[in-house]
């Protein structure tokens, strides 16, 4: 069974940073792109950042290009997300999505196919 | 404002077809494949349809989903109460070089 497991979430004051992580199991890691995907208090989804299978390219969403690197670990099956200079339009529900299809050159983000049940970032002084 | 635009909400009483439409442009849904997720209240995003119409394993064929230039719509058939609520459209977009979702719709069976 696959499971995402998110955890690092918590408060931050403005400028701040967090580190979330999401362990993996019950599929092989290495084989698939991952994302993260943040949804604030009672809105839609918004799409953060993805990195391909192999530690590959990577994407970010303009809001958080320049402050926020995703990064993973394949030996303990864990996709990380650092986050600096945090705002309060930061605040929100984020979670690791695991994508549908095994990860081909010239990966880019497409299906997230399994999802954690995210852990909250709250930023507010 | 999100990029793919979405009714804000559907309704329909059991039994009934509801349809919800995902509007988009030629950077996305117009040259790239559309994926609907469905999120039940208090719960993780599930991913409905991949690829423009494709179910993953254990979605029931009541949803259904197309895509024709630059709108993709998502179809309910035999509405039933547990289909209550969110669904968001997704696709690549290669103007943005990032993922972009629809604004979300919420489907209320009445």
């Known amino acids: 069974e696959v499971q995402l497991l998110e955890s690092g979430g918590g408060s931050a004051q403005p400028g701040g940073s967090l580190r979330l992580s999401c362990t993996a199991s019950?599929?092989?890691?290495?084989?698939?792109?991952m994302s993260w995907v943040r949804q604030a208090p009672g809105k839609g989804l918004e799409w953060v950042s993805s990195?391909?299978?192999?530690?590959?390219?990577?994407y970010y969403a303009a809001s958080v290009k320049g402050r926020f690197t995703i990064s993973r670990d394949g030996s303990k099956n864990t996709l990380f997300l650092q986050m600096n200079s945090l705002r309060a339009e930061d605040t929100a529900l984020y979670y690791c999505?695991?994508?549908?299809?095994?990860?081909?050159?010239?990966?880019?983000?497409?299906?997230?196919?399994?999802w954690g049940q995210g852990t909250m970032v709250t930023v507010s002084s | 404002q999100s990029v793919l635009t979405q009714p804000p909400s559907a309704s329909g009483t059991p039994g009934q077809r509801v349809a919800i439409s995902c509007s988009g442009n030629?950077?996305?849904?117009?040259?790239?494949?559309v994926n609907w997720y469905q999120q039940l209240p208090g719960t993780a995003p599930k991913l409905l349809i991949y690829?423009?119409?494709y179910r993953p394993s254990g979605v029931p064929d009541r949803f259904s989903a197309s895509k024709s230039g630059t709108s993709a719509s998502l179809a309910i058939s035999g509405l039933q109460s547990e289909d209550e609520a969110d669904y968001f459209c997704?696709?690549?977009?290669?103007?943005?070089?990032?993922?972009?979702f629809g604004g979300g719709t919420k489907v209320t069976v009445l």
């Open positions: 019950g599929f092989i890691f290495s084989d698939y792109g």
């Open positions: 999505a695991k994508e549908y299809f095994t990860a081909i050159p010239g990966y880019k983000p497409d299906a997230f196919h399994m």
């Open positions: 030629s950077s996305n849904i117009g040259s790239k494949t």
């Open positions: 990195i391909s299978f192999n530690d590959g390219p990577t």
């Open positions: 997704s696709a690549w977009d290669d103007s943005l070089n990032g993922v972009v």
């Open positions: 690829s423009n119409s």
